[in-house]
Structure formats: C-alpha cells, structure tokens
C-alpha cells in the first residue's frame, strides 16, 4: 500500500480485498501505543517503531527497530 492505513482500509484498486480488514486502525500502534513509521521506496517498505519515546535513536527500551532489522 501507499500508506500504512492501507493495510486498514478498502483499497478501490484492489481487487482482492476481503470483507474485512485484516488490522483494524487501533491496532497499528507500537507497543507504547506511538504511530509507526511507514515509508515505501519502490516496491519496498519499511515500517518502524521509534521505541518508548517515541524520538530517533536511543538504547533499550527507547530504541528505534524496523522492519530491515528483521532480515
């Protein structure tokens, strides 16, 4: 999808969508409730989670992990 919302509403081009969303919006929240960051280049996606405080950068808790850090 273009966006992260995609992946929570219709989508008109798309002609395989279910009935259903398979996420529902309230659920596309990090653990500490924060958005995640969704960013397409091409036909690649990253998604991340800013960590606890929800800034750049930062250790433990308060790290950032993406979707690249999982290959």
Known sequence: PQALT???EADGNC???GPEAYAKP???KDPWGN????QLNGGN????SLG????PGGSGYDADISSEDME
């Open 6 to 8: 995609g992946l929570s």
């Open 15 to 17: 002609s395989n969508w």
């Open 26 to 28: 309230k659920q596309l």
């Open 35 to 38: 958005d995640f960051d969704y």
């Open 45 to 48: 996606f990253v998604i991340m």
């Open 52 to 55: 606890k405080d929800g800034s």
